[in-house]
């Protein structure tokens, strides 16, 4: 087991600097591992880059992959320095930081573990940055619909497809999944929600929908 201090998951609603932007890519790009065919970016940011501006500051990187790709994710964490891990427990630091216990996770279990971490340099005890801490979603093809694990949900699959290409200004290459599911999640995820997040997901979807302009910053 390891204890881990790292970014609290906070939501500053003020839009970022050009700096702060930049800096949130390069912390994309440093993973190394989202370049590829298999990785998906999800959570906040995705849904920031669907809109085509960031609306608030981000604390944490969120991907996903598949089931079947778990066995690849695993390799590729290695070759890049991580190591997946479950989450046993998480408290607050501070206003800006978390401490969580946790453990590491082989590909066989992976499926079946809701709280995947990919951690880089894996400590007994550490501190951890954006870039290196990272959240992992496992998707569930069934049938007609995704299943989501992580949050015992599940989703029509037309709400979860397409996944776009997005190449950032670094050129990084991102595979970005329909974001009308992450809305669900994050609807369903009431921790999470309050009037700014609510106000954002009902204009994204409806600019989806509409075909009308993305929504402005909070």
Do not use: W
């Not at 609306?55 to 079947?68: G, K, N, Q, S």
């Not at 978390?98 to 066989?108: L, N, P």
């Not at 940055?129 to 995704?146: A, E, H, K, Q, T």
């Amino acid at each position: 087991m390891a204890v881990i201090i790292h970014p609290r998951r906070f939501k500053l609603y003020r839009k970022p600097s050009a700096a702060q932007i930049a800096l949130l890519e390069k912390d994309l790009h440093s993973t190394g591992l989202l370049d590829n065919d298999f990785v998906l970016l999800v959570g906040g940011i995705a849904l920031a880059l669907h809109a085509g501006e960031y609306y608030r500051l981000h604390a944490d990187i969120d991907l996903a992959v598949f089931e079947t790709d778990i066995p690849r994710f695993h390799a590729l964490a290695k070759r890049n320095g991580f190591t997946i891990a479950e989450r046993i427990a998480t408290g607050h630091v501070s206003s800006q930081y978390d401490v969580s216990i946790v453990r590491k996770v082989s590909a066989q279990k992976t499926g079946t573990s809701k709280h995947i971490r990919a951690i880089r340099n894996l400590r007994p005890f550490m501190f951890s940055r954006r870039d290196s801490f990272l959240d992992v979603f496992v998707y569930v093809p069934n049938s007609g619909f995704v299943d989501a694990p992580h949050y015992d949900f599940r989703f029509p699959k037309e709400r979860f497809f397409p996944i776009t290409r997005k190449t950032l200004s670094s050129g990084l290459v991102l595979n970005i999944p329909n974001p009308l599911h992450i809305l669900d999640m994050k609807r369903a995820d009431r921790r999470t929600v309050n009037a700014n997040d609510l106000r954002f997901y009902g204009d994204l979807e409806h600019s989806m929908r509409t075909g009308t302009s993305s929504p402005k910053a909070v």
